[in-house]
């Protein structure tokens, strides 16, 4: 792991002297002057992280430049961590940095960094993939450092800081010769059937437009049932989390449709999900002058013979469902007449 661990014991003391720290009873109060950040984003993005502690009261003032923070003695050591570490340039050692609260247990503060910062709204997503594919409440960005701060478990942590890597990659197509390598196995489930305990980050090979991008990642979500599903449009990375039979098909489904788009229709493929289930998922592809109707007819016909979501793909003319073999059968029998 790249983490530089750093233990921070504050004697309050001390603590009073050097930052202007006022003590009433088991409520501390210190003054942090902004010395960095410059902007009301910065000091905003800055207050928010320094808020991370449970109860951490914190309050920025613009025109003096300085945030006033009241908490335990825990707390305010945690504060004082966060804001020196962050209100500075971008640090040129990007290695992470990490804190734990002094008495606490399964309790992990990081700050991560960027090594390949590319636009704000790039910076965002991977960002929002963070928060929702660990479910990891505690993830607070700050835009002038390409940094974010995260807190939670050891377990979440890693999950997190590993999907931040994951994701940390220049703009553009990722050239990905071995899936396995962007799979990350969550070794605190005890039963990898029914916890959703892997995650895979998916790299799109063929530079598609955002809204057919949109559709493989609503086909990824929607075939599979996955509810934590997310994309970064400038890499063209979708991470996904589930049990191990759903990631596997979502993983198949998304390489399906990440086809060469100038090739010949594709025949029907499909996928029978492991375990000896009558579960079968199969990817139609629908001859480019195919009418509208005739389009609604096939999909309507599908939708009527599966008990689970079919999906229809209008920019890569796909029709992908899901069902018993019997029922993949019957609507591959319609489809036909």
């Not at 960095?36 to 905003?44: E, K, R, T, Y």
């Not at 993983?251 to 788009?261: A, G, K, R, S, V």
């Not at 629908?286 to 009418?291: A, E, I, V, W």
Request: charged share 15%; hydrophobic share 40%; glycine share 6%.
């Amino acid at each position: 792991m790249r983490a530089r661990q750093i233990r921070f014991a504050i004697a309050i003391v001390f603590a009073a002297a050097a930052w202007g720290q006022t003590t009433t009873g088991q409520s501390v109060s210190q003054v942090f002057h902004f010395t960095s950040a410059q902007s009301p984003v910065d000091f905003q993005e800055i207050t928010n992280a320094v808020r991370i502690g449970e109860r951490t009261q914190a309050f920025p003032d613009r025109g003096a430049k300085t945030l006033t923070v009241t908490g335990t003695p825990a707390q305010v050591a945690m504060a004082t961590w966060i804001f020196s570490t962050m209100d500075q340039p971008a640090p040129a050692n990007q290695a992470t940095q990490e804190y734990r609260p002094a008495g606490s247990v399964n309790d992990v503060v990081r700050i991560l960094y960027l090594t390949h910062p590319g636009t704000p709204s790039g910076f965002q997503e991977i960002v929002n993939a963070v928060r929702v594919i660990p479910e990891m409440p505690k993830v607070f960005p700050y835009l002038a450092q390409h940094s974010i701060v995260i807190r939670g478990t050891e377990l979440e942590v890693a999950m997190t800081e590993w999907l931040f890597h994951q994701l940390d990659a220049p703009a553009g197509l990722q050239p990905v010769q071995n899936q396995a390598a962007h799979q990350y196995l969550n070794p605190g489930v005890t039963n990898p059937h029914i916890s959703p305990d892997q995650v895979q980050v998916l790299f799109l090979s063929h530079k598609w437009t955002p809204e057919i991008m949109q559709e493989i990642v609503n086909a990824v979500r929607t075939i599979p049932e996955l509810t934590m599903v997310f994309p970064c449009t400038a890499t063209g990375a979708v991470s996904v989390r589930g049990v191990p039979a759903t990631v596997g098909l979502a993983t198949w489904l998304f390489n399906q449709l990440d086809q060469d788009p100038q090739a010949s229709t594709p025949a029907p493929q499909e996928f029978h999900m492991p375990g000896g289930v009558d579960d079968v998922t199969q990817v139609l592809y629908l001859g480019s002058g195919t009418s509208t109707a005739s389009l609604q007819t096939v999909v309507n016909a599908s939708r009527a013979t599966m008990r689970r979501p079919a999906y229809f793909s209008p920019a890569l003319n796909a029709l992908i469902m899901r069902g018993t073999a019997a029922q993949i059968a019957s609507a591959d029998l319609q489809i036909k007449q």
